[in-house]
């Protein structure tokens, strides 16, 4: 069992930056794939970028290529997903979430265990 805690989000200007911490705590956490989801109202929960057990392999959505990065840092358990250019399209409610499959997965139902959630709102 794996518990994952978000921090980070907020209320932010078009344009600015904002970077989010997923603590994990547990298990191992080194063994596991991580990932950011976000779920905007009315709209189903999508993956936005993800990242292998080392941090050597990343994937990111179209709609976050060249302004969110991914990173991890496995001697902190800790997973962080780093905003630039935010938009208002990006407010949504953050996850972070992990999947015991220590590899790249761009699956929804592949993650196992989900945080919270943490809510960015951009205004305009």
């Known amino acids: 069992q794996v518990q994952l805690v978000e921090s980070g989000g907020g209320l932010v200007q078009a344009g600015g930056s904002l970077r989010l911490s997923c603590a994990a705590s547990?298990?191992?956490?080194?063994?596991?794939?991580m990932g950011w989801f976000r779920q905007a109202p009315g709209k189903e929960r999508e993956l936005i970028t993800a990242i292998n057990w080392s941090g050597g392999s990343t994937f990111y959505a179209d709609s976050v290529k060249g302004r969110f990065t991914i990173s991890r840092d496995n001697a902190k358990n800790t997973v962080y997903l780093q905003m630039n250019s935010l938009k208002p399209e990006d407010t949504a409610i953050y996850y972070c979430a992990a999947t015991n499959a220590g590899g790249l997965s761009v699956s929804r139902r592949n993650y196992d265990y989900w945080g919270q959630g943490t809510q960015v709102t951009v205004s305009s």
């Open positions: 547990g298990r191992t956490f080194s063994n596991y794939g």
